[in-house]
């Protein structure tokens, strides 16, 4: 089990520190600059900020973020539940993974 608590961490922890990397580099390389054209009149790299959730959601909602941040606790403890009741085989080792994706973004 403790192998596959650590695969579980390995993978979050990468997801986690590839997202914040990224989210970096667009604050520092696209935020008050004009955009980055990579397919001319398809796809072009800009930068937004989003206060609320997905969409918007909650964004003038009081405590939303304290929302959000139960609702993830919330996830993460569900998430590790899950990893424990993944049956052992194969695809264990890639449901930990899988779910360490997801605790990770």
């Not at 650590?6 to 004009?34: C, H, S, Y």
């Not at 993460?76 to 049956?87: A, C, D, E, S």
């Not at 194969?90 to 605790?103: M, P, S, W």
């Amino acid at each position: 089990m403790r192998r596959r608590l650590l695969l579980f961490a390995a993978f979050a922890l990468f997801a986690l520190v590839t997202d914040q990397a990224a989210k970096w580099w667009a604050r520092t390389a696209l935020r008050g600059r004009p955009p980055i054209v990579l397919v001319q009149d398809y796809l072009q790299l800009e930068y937004h900020e989003n206060s609320g959730s997905a969409f918007g959601l909650l964004r003038n909602v009081p405590g939303a973020r304290y929302i959000l941040i139960g609702v993830g606790v919330g996830v993460l403890v569900i998430v590790g539940t899950m990893v424990r009741k993944v049956p052992p085989g194969r695809a264990q080792k890639f449901g930990d993974a899988a779910f360490g994706l997801v605790a990770g973004g």
